[in-house]
């Protein structure tokens, strides 16, 4: 199994990270997401370094010019901090609600690019935005799950384990989903915990965004290699279906994990497990559709006909949402750290390491047109909220883009 620089592991979601049997393990850098080795103790705070191997970095795919057929223009720019955490960003209308690293969370209406409201919670972020559209939460390096409405704090509680999935606003309730593999619920209004549903699993998680999102009335979520349906009043489970299933002898080579975003189209709800595999579930019978193999690290996107995502070494995938099966690829983004895919209208919107969105035709992964930001790697997948396009980039860049 591979495992990258940009994903860290945490034991239990609260330790530094070991092997099983004394071994330990770190990641070597230099490939950014396409390799791993085992080597010597490395435990670092925040990502895992890397061990020298003597082999050369993957050279980024030369991109050439561009000659647009799909016209998009920038049509505003804001900012906030830098975002060195698993960012979602999330969209209620028009109102787009995002963060930055040093604690720092905002609404702007995303045809303007104009503040609705800003707020700071006081500690740095280790997970969200979580919205709908009146209450947002996050999750701080401290555990703490706080809540906002209209850029006033309302309540923070204590998690048991640290988060870095961004939670899931819906129904008046706040769930949470940590690394330790609970799932909680708690009231909107007041912050009391509603209930907690542990399930057991590998002593190793990622520290990335996981999956979890409403589907009518059961609750989604991704459990080790296990898409999960429970039911949002009391959290007991309505259904499991695997996705992956552990592999090799130790921790590290056993890990496995549903990483987000999640696509859904109706009832049909696809994930991704890590390295691993992409699959379709339906989420109103808890039944499985199909899996195949994969290697991304990061979530998909789908339309009514394709599913949309991105591997570890860049290549950019559609798979037919019916069984299964590749329509098409590219590779005109390998080893250019590609983002989860968005649809938006004729395209699929890719973000890179160096700043760029990347417009790709649904129907064959073509180039429709470029766009550049402020050069630093594009932090989340990119939002359509109304007609305007949102990017967001590690240095804390924000920008909007239109369709001509």
């Not at 409405?149 to 309302?154: D, K, L, N």
Request: a positive charge.
């Amino acid at each position: 199994m591979r495992v990258t620089a940009r994903h860290h592991l945490r034991k239990g979601g609260v330790g530094p990270v070991r092997a099983a049997s004394g071994v330990s393990a770190s990641v070597r850098s230099g490939l950014g997401r396409w390799a791993v080795r085992v080597c010597s103790v490395l435990l670092l705070p925040v990502w895992l370094a890397a061990c020298s191997s003597g082999s050369p970095k993957p050279k980024p795919a030369e991109l050439g010019p561009v000659m647009p057929s799909l016209a998009v223009q920038q049509v505003w720019r804001t900012s906030l901090a830098t975002v060195n955490f698993p960012l979602a960003v999330h969209v209620s209308g028009t109102t787009v609600t995002l963060a930055g690293s040093d604690g720092s969370v905002l609404a702007l209406d995303a045809a303007t690019g104009r503040d609705i409201w800003r707020a700071r919670v006081g500690a740095s972020l280790a997970a969200g935005v979580g919205s709908d559209g009146r209450l947002a939460a996050v999750v701080t390096q401290a555990n703490e799950l706080v809540a906002l409405q209209e850029g006033r704090e309302i309540w923070r509680q204590k998690l048991s384990a640290q988060g870095y999935t961004s939670p899931l606003v819906a129904g008046g309730r706040v769930f949470m989903l940590a690394a330790d593999r609970s799932v909680n619920a708690f009231d909107g209004s007041t912050g009391r915990k509603l209930w907690t549903q542990q399930r057991p699993g590998e002593p190793l998680v990622l520290r990335q965004g996981g999956v979890m999102l409403a589907v009518g009335d059961t609750l989604v979520v991704g459990l080790a290699g296990r898409l999960a349906g429970l039911n949002p009043l009391n959290g007991s489970v309505r259904w499991e279906v695997p996705l992956a299933s552990p592999r090799g002898i130790n921790d590290v080579e056993r890990l496995v994990d549903l990483v987000g975003p999640a696509a859904r189209v109706a009832q049909t709800v696809c994930a991704r497990a890590f390295q691993a595999s992409v699959g379709c579930v339906n989420a109103e019978r808890g039944s499985l559709l199909w899996t195949r193999p994969a290697d991304g690290t990061v979530g998909l996107a789908t339309d009514e006909r394709l599913l949309f995502g991105t591997e570890a070494d860049g290549t950019v995938l559609a798979w037919r949402l019916s069984d299964g099966d590749r329509v098409w690829s590219t590779d005109r983004l390998r080893f250019r750290t590609p983002t989860a895919p968005l649809v938006i209208g004729r395209s699929i919107a890719v973000g890179d390491l160096a700043g760029f969105v990347h417009l790709l035709s649904r129907e064959d992964g073509s180039l429709l047109n470029r766009l550049s930001t402020d050069g630093s790697e594009i932090a989340a997948s990119p939002v359509l909220a109304g007609n305007t396009l949102v990017v967001v980039t590690r240095l804390g860049g924000v920008f909007g883009f239109a369709p001509q």
